[in-house]
């Protein structure tokens, strides 16, 4: 196939595209390269040893994702380009739910009008909000806590009236868990700007010595130790899951986990980081973060059953590739 990837240059993005060159598929990417960078093609063509193509343009600019989708001819589109920080999507909600939704609505315009019938969406377990574990697609979707939540709610909507108007318009929602970890060859990986707010990056950074230490958000949640628990999926077996998605999607709207179905607690992380790299990673028990739920899982079943895939890595691959990408990166 030759797919359209929207943010391909980005973490999960320009792993997805490796997975789909592996696989025998052409890729063009698209991305204004506002959280990523334009060396991510050359890493992704080392990688693979094969070409992309790439347009530095803005998938909420009509006219540009015109000029892409007359130049090619595609058989489906992953769309990852948005803007993810929890924290800025509050005090910038407009930035978030212009991005984010015109981008969607942009992109489902120019698939029906030049008849691209397959379309894949980077949604979150966000949408869940805090309802029972583990989750499962069928649940009925809590209030999200937060603009950026509520961007991928509403592309979920968005997508599925789409897709009910428009027979030949086949889409995969995808829910990802926690995306970590990084390409073994370390050459790519997660490189957010800034002080991290997720837990993984913020581990790297203090077992390199650039943050003192880690804040452990509460010990008091009714968890196996207190800490929060979430489902941890190594960013290659996800873009492994997008490549098993277009391949074998159904017509109509389809939801997915993308979630091992495995919860471990931030000190288990943490543990489990100093265990495998043989660092220390000192932290401090402090206040609980505002918004956060006790636990975060995926029913990992329907993937399994339709889409022939599960999550293979496990926790120590993850904290050993997201530490071998952060030693490699800026060195
Ligand atoms: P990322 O920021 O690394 O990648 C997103 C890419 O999109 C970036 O390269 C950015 O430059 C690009 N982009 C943003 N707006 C654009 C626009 N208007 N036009 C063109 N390019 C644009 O983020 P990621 O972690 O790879 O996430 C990819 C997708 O998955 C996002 O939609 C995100 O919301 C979703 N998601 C991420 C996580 C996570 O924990 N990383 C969890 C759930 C869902
Ligand atoms: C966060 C977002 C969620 C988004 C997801 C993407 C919030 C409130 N939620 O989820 O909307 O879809 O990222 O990956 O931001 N922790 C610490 N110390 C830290 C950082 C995190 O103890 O410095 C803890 C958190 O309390 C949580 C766990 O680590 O229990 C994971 O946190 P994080 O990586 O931020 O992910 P989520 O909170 O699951």
Not at 238 to 255: D, F, P, R, Y
Not at 285 to 303: F, H, M, Q
């Amino acid at each position: 196939m030759n797919i359209l990837v929207t943010g391909g240059t980005g973490y999960i993005g320009s792993h997805t595209c490796v997975e789909l060159l592996n696989s025998n598929h052409s890729v063009v990417i698209v991305d204004n390269l506002i959280n990523s960078k334009i060396e991510t093609i050359d890493k992704i063509q080392e990688i693979t040893g094969k070409d992309v193509v790439f347009y530095e343009k803005d998938v909420t600019n009509k006219e540009s994702v015109d000029e892409i989708f007359s130049n090619h001819k595609f058989d489906g589109i992953i769309h990852f380009a948005g803007l993810k920080a929890v924290g800025e999507s509050v005090s910038k909600p407009l930035d978030y739910y212009f991005n984010n939704l015109v981008s969607t609505m942009v992109l489902s315009k120019a698939c029906i009008k030049y008849g691209v019938n397959k379309f894949v969406f980077s949604s979150s377990a966000t949408v869940y909000g805090d309802n029972k574990v583990p989750f499962i697609e069928t649940m009925e979707l809590l209030k999200t806590t937060n603009p950026y939540g509520e961007t991928k709610a509403m592309s979920e909507r968005i997508l599925t009236d789409t897709s009910l108007a428009n027979s030949e318009f086949s889409v995969a929602l995808l829910r990802y868990f926690n995306p970590v970890g990084a390409h073994e060859s370390g050459l790519i990986g997660e490189s957010p700007n800034g002080i991290p707010n997720n837990l993984m990056p913020f581990v790297s950074k203090v077992a390199k010595g650039e943050l003192k230490k880690l804040s452990i958000f509460g010990d008091d949640y009714n968890t196996v130790d207190g800490t929060g628990v979430r489902d941890y999926i190594h960013v290659v077996d996800l873009a492994i899951g997008h490549v098993s998605a277009i391949e074998k999607l159904n017509s109509g709207v389809n939801v997915y986990n993308l979630g091992t179905g495995k919860g471990t607690s931030v000190l288990e992380i943490v543990n489990a980081f100093k265990e495998v790299n043989k660092i220390d990673i000192p932290y401090e028990i402090v206040e609980r973060r505002p918004g956060d739920i006790a636990s975060c899982y995926a029913d990992a079943n329907k993937a399994k059953k339709e889409l022939n895939w599960e999550a293979k890595k496990d926790i120590n691959e993850m904290v050993r590739d997201s530490w071998r990408f952060e030693k490699n990166y800026n060195i």
